[in-house]
């Protein structure tokens, strides 16, 4: 069985920083996707970003481009969203998830195999 566990979700003031981690309990994840997304109160789970596991290839969605960077640590089976110039509309619970076979690139929200169970982010106007 593996694991994704999210941490360093918070309260932070608009324009500040937050960075989330998703530790993996599963050593190899070889040709994975880690991909992070949110979900708002009333609204759907929306896709944030995503990772090869290799570090290859980056993938964000328009609203956060600039704003967030994805990235890996392989070696602690970690991978991070890097989060800066934080607004309102970010506010919202983050999940980290891993997709082993898919057939999308980046994967869609139904191909990830994996979940963890999200870290809250709140951002104060």
């Known amino acids: 069985q593996v694991q994704l566990v999210e941490s360093g979700g918070g309260l932070v003031q608009a324009g500040g920083s937050l960075r989330l981690s998703c530790a993996a309990s599963r050593r190899t994840f070889r040709n994975y996707v880690i991909g992070w997304f949110r979900q708002a109160p009333g609204k759907e789970r929306e896709f944030v970003a995503a990772?090869?596991?290799?570090?290859?290839?980056?993938y964000y969605t328009g609203s956060v481009k600039g704003r967030f960077t994805i990235s890996g640590d392989n070696a602690k089976n970690t991978m991070y969203l890097q989060m800066s110039s934080l607004k309102p509309e970010d506010t919202a619970v983050y999940y980290c998830a891993a997709a082993g076979s898919y057939d999308h690139t980046p994967p869609l929200l139904g191909e990830y195999d994996y979940w963890g169970q999200g870290t809250q982010v709140t951002v104060s106007s």
């Open positions: 990772i090869r596991w290799s570090g290859s290839s980056t």
